[in-house]
């Protein structure tokens, strides 16, 4: 069911409107975006008065929500909106207690509308009936229209009383009948903004007639159905945004990085590293079997540089006067994980340079860039790999990672 509102001008005197249809009025009207469609009634004699000028002009009482409700009308574009014109009815000027016909003043009426309404229209006076589900609904005046959509004509004269442009719609019909919402149902069907079905007794569902119970099973089928290819589809948007998580390895830095890198870490050595503490700013420490692991991770927009290098270099360094003021010995790997030229599309990034290449031989340390992990990660998953080979070969290699040599 469609979730209607309706801007009136009084909204005490709809209470009894519709239990479907939510009655607000102009200076106090919900979001548009959250209705399907909002209905603004302007066929309210107390819309159409002025309390500051002496000749008929723009500034009648609701001038400042007019402006305040295009503003809103301009940045909505989810919700269908509906206008309903004026009919002939008069324009008071408070300080002087006179009194206008719209019908006379249409230049002003239309600079009025034209406040509220975010598509230009001119209309004139003409009284006319249009054919609404077989009942015929007056009007005061017509669309002079060459640009937009014309929903509905007047019987025999065939003069447009409403329009359409993108999800604004205006007419100029008397359909808001505070008594009787049934003239408005048949509208918004006629018009295609609502689908009007006919209530019947329960006892007439109930009543088999011809194939009804088989398509009451083919429809209980069809459920069950919907309900597996749902689980279907949530299972794969899951697994869909598990790999976009490793996947951000490629373009991320930061904890970001590092929270990902962990996990994939944790998962080679089959290990935790929640309680990892940089105690010596290195990134992470991992002990495995007879072996300490001391890593940098980052993710840079520049190639991989000497100084990246250094950073690994420093943590070993920082970690072996640990050990040697406590007369300890470990053997140490030391492993730079890098996510280089991160904001570069992964196909167009450069090597890695063939001097820092040589600097990491030097400096015994391991360069595993995030493309590269990556792609361990995945062939671990997939089983082309074992986590002892990996680990092997980052025992005993230093440089660059070379994928196809583990």
């Not at 574009?77 to 003043?105: G, S």
């Not at 003409?126 to 959509?149: A, C, M, Q, W």
């Amino acid at each position: 069911m469609k979730k209607i509102q309706l801007i009136t001008y009084e909204v005490e005197e709809y209470l009894d409107y519709s239990e479907e249809i939510e009655v607000s009025n102009f200076n106090n009207l919900k979001s548009l975006d959250l209705f399907d469609i909002n209905i603004f009634d302007l066929n309210d004699n107390r819309i159409w008065q002025n309390n500051i000028s002496f000749t008929p002009d723009i500034n009648i009482i609701l001038y400042k929500d007019f402006k305040s409700i295009n503003k809103m009308l301009k940045s909505s574009t989810k919700a269908k909106i509906l206008f309903f014109l004026p009919q002939n009815i008069n324009y008071c000027l408070i300080r002087t207690h006179d009194y206008y016909q719209l019908k006379d003043i249409e230049d002003t009426v239309s600079k009025i509308l034209n406040f509220i309404i975010p598509i230009q229209f001119d209309i004139e006076y003409d009284n006319n009936l249009t054919k609404i589900s077989n009942e015929l609904i007056s009007s005061s005046f017509y669309i002079i229209n060459n640009n937009y959509e014309i929903i509905t004509k007047a019987e025999s004269s065939e003069k447009i009383t409403t329009i359409k442009k993108d999800n604004i719609i205006v007419s100029t019909l008397k359909i808001i009948d505070k008594n009787n919402n049934n003239i408005l149902n048949h509208y918004l069907n006629e018009i295609g903004l609502i689908s009007y079905e006919p209530t019947y007794p329960e006892w007439l569902y109930s009543f088999n007639f011809f194939d009804d119970q088989t398509q009451r099973n083919n429809i209980t089928q069809a459920k069950k159905q919907i309900l597996i290819q749902e689980k279907i589809i949530e299972e794969a948007y899951y697994k869909l945004n598990q790999n976009l998580k490793y996947k951000s390895i490629l373009c991320s830095t930061s904890k970001e990085l590092i929270t990902v890198v962990f996990e994939i870490l944790e998962f080679i050595f089959d290990i935790s590293l929640s309680d990892s503490k940089d105690e010596l700013n290195e990134d992470f420490l991992i002990k495995k079997d007879n072996i300490t692991y001391i890593g940098e991770i980052k993710g840079v927009n520049s190639n991989v540089k000497n100084e990246h290098i250094g950073q690994v270099d420093n943590h070993y360094l920082k970690y072996l006067d640990k050990l040697e003021s406590t007369d300890e010995v470990e053997n140490l790997k030391k492993i730079l994980i890098i996510n280089f030229e991160r904001e570069r599309d992964v196909l167009n990034r450069n090597e890695v340079h063939q001097k820092q290449i040589e600097m990491a031989n030097k400096r015994q340390v391991l360069i595993i860039d995030t493309v590269s992990l990556l792609k361990i990660y995945e062939k671990l998953l997939n089983e082309d790999l074992s986590k002892d080979k990996v680990i092997e070969y980052i025992n005993n290699n230093v440089g660059l990672v070379e994928i196809n040599k583990i």
